[in-house]
């Protein structure tokens, strides 16, 4: 009996499993209800939205009828009283008078009998306008589309420069690789499958580099395993990028001489596979020449954007975002998401339409290193030490932060600009492609990381009491190598205590030059200039503030834009006598423009060298930009941080002496104080 009945009960590790088993599908009914229950009430708001907006739409063309019939009928009115007066014109006794007097001032004057004549004469009436006005139908008034992957332009690849043009590399990458390395060498690539040896006899290259998925088919027998042979052949180094997920290596990374992964985690989990040590980490990155924060007319038009599949880890950040506007750019999402879904954007559309928008959500790693370039700010949905903003981990958080970013343009702007600094300092191609040349060991002198350009400042300054906040400026600047030229423009210091104060400060390259005090300002920046032996030279005030980061931001600008001059036109100005800080010209910033803020510029040293300044007092650097004008040399404002300059109560102590009513017309106020954190961050 106890036999019978122990076979015929089920045993207690199956009634765990299906009760286990009938909890979790009861979680996920209870969970599923709440997400209908969810939509339902997301449904319903828009339905309400819809009415709402339909209403709107319809008092306004109510209005719009109105005013137009107003219009009309104000226009009829007017007609009907020229109409009028033309009648009296035209009748004769108007016309007889006037010419009864001159005939009686000039009686022997024939003329006069000729005017008689004329205005005894009838002329036919003008044509009557309509007795009602014609008043306008009722206007049809249309919803503006706002589908933004309507009209998107593709990004045109530019030709150059290439940072190492005596490097050869054979390529074979997916295509926004590709495009990307192809900055960085003189690149082999889109060879056929059958002429590739061609292509590598004709040019040999000093590597082949691979990146998963780029090649079809698995190693036995393909182009890839006879690429790699012929590669061994002739010395040539071979690099496999493996940038899947996958936990186990791809099969063809066993082909490659090294082998390098975006995750830093499974290097020795793919050093045991492989059976070397020759695995090395390599993130993703950006390239400055395509993924750019150079700002179009509908940059951050709209609210937030997901691009790629649909991820269920995601779904902290996606559940809250449509009711926030965002637009999902993929496939294989849930029905809910459906009214918001296009399809995915070609890749050089893609690179345009993302900087329409003002968040991106949980971007895959490449595009987030991309995205962060472009200068769109990001919201992560893991903790990450290579994320570019900040994540979160639940559907409430979400919802408050995305709010939050998407009210508060200074929140977005500086998240953006911290990771662009990011990007620049650490996390573009360039610095990828020394990486792996570093690990190749290779011999080529092109191999070697280039060093940074010098950049030299050059400060004049008439007041001695100034000196000191100058070098402090310069010397806390993190860009080396830097160059300060101090011009002491009427100043009677000895030259070699001002060098020792600053090589106190921190500056070792500091040339200090006396000058008369007859010069103009013209003249004494040319005198800096002559000095210099930056290759950029910049322009700075003595009573400026700058932050640590200013020429760091700056010097980037020339690998992603084509001027020869960049500075700051949007920036921050303290006006003393209120104490308020405004931010001028808002909005100008990371575009291309006609002039920079004088005291906020930095040019290519040879064109500098050229140009110079006119010899004046004053109104030097509008003769330069006007002059870098007419010969089409570009000129780009970057960012508004990093720089303050400082409007005094008195304006007698300024060159330039707008009154500070002038100064708020193009201006917006930002804050009271002098708060330099917020901006010399």
Known sequence: MTDTHSASAPPSASVSAQRARADRLAADGAALRLRLAEAERERDERERQIVHLRRELAETARRLGEADRARATEAHRADQAEWQAEVLRRRRW????????????????????????????????????????????????????????????????????????????????????????????????????????????????????????????????????????????????????????????????????????????????????????????????????LHTPIRGADHGRYPLLYEGDYDPGAEALLGPAPKLGAHFYGSDFPSLY?????????????????????????????????????????VHTADDPLAFGPAVGDAQDASRLLGALLAGPEMRDRQAHLALRRIHAEHTYRHRVDSVLEALGTSHPEAQRAEPPLVSLVLPTCRAEQIAQAIEHVARQVWRPLQLVL??????????????????????????????????????????????????????????????????????????????????????????????????????????????????????????????????????????????????????????????????ADPGRHTWQPSDLELLADARLAHYGLTEEHILF
């Not at 004709?202 to 012929?230: H, K, R, Y």
């Open 94 to 289: 108007t016309r007889l008078g006037g010419a009864l007097g001159r005939l009686a001032r000039r009686p022997l004057s024939p003329g006069s009998y000729r005017g008689l004549r004329a205005a005894a004469r009838v002329r036919p009436a003008p044509q009557a306008p309509p007795k009602n006005p014609r008043l306008p139908k009722h206007p049809e008034v249309r919803a503006v589309d706002t589908e933004p992957f309507d009209g998107v332009p593709a990004l045109e690849f530019p030709d150059g420069p290439v940072n190492r043009p005596e490097l050869t590399a054979a390529v074979l990458a997916n295509p926004p690789v590709e495009a990307a390395l192809r900055y960085e060498w003189r690149q082999l690539d889109r060879f056929p499958p059958d002429g590739w040896r061609a292509a590598f006899e004709a040019e040999p290259p000093d590597l082949l580099f691979v990146e998963s998925g780029a090649a079809a088919s698995t190693p036995d027998g393909s182009p890839l395993e006879e690429m790699a042979a012929w590669c061994r052949e002739h010395d040539v180094p071979t690099v496999f990028w493996d940038t899947g997920d996958d936990d186990s290596p791809d099969p063809a990374a066993t082909l490659f001489d090294h082998v390098f992964t975006v995750d830093a985690a499974r290097v020795r989990a793919l050093r045991e596979a492989l059976g070397h040590d020759r695995v090395h980490v390599l993130p993703f990155a950006a390239q400055p020449r």
């Open 338 to 378: 459906r009214q918001r879904v296009v399809p995915a954007l070609p890749y050089e559309k893609a690179l345009t339409a993302r900087k329409r928008y003002r968040v991106l959500l949980a971007p895959h790693p490449r595009l987030a290193y991309e995205a962060a370039a472009a200068g769109v700010p990001i």
């Open 487 to 648: 011009v002491l423009h009427g100043i009677d210091l000895d030259p070699v205590v001002v060098e020792k104060q600053a090589r106190a400060a921190g500056i070792d390259d500091i040339v200090v030059l006396p000058a008369d005090r007859s010069l103009s300002l013209g003249e004494c920046l040319n005198l800096g200039i002559e000095a210099a032996d930056g290759a950029y030279i910049g322009k700075m005030d003595d009573d400026e503030l700058y932050g640590p980061h200013y020429v760091s931001d700056l010097v980037p600008a020339f690998s992603y834009t084509e001027a020869s001059v960049v500075g700051k036109l949007a920036h921050y100005t303290h006006l003393e006598s209120i104490d308020a800080m405004v931010l001028r010209h808002p909005g100008l910033e990371h575009r291309y423009v006609n002039l920079l803020r004088g005291g906020a510029l930095l040019a290519d040293g040879d064109l500098l060298r050229e140009y110079r300044f006119a010899e004046v007092g004053r109104g030097e650097d509008t003769d330069l930009f006007r002059r870098l004008r007419e010969d089409g040399v570009r000129v780009y404002a970057a960012d508004r941080y990093s720089f303050i300059t400082i409007r005094h």
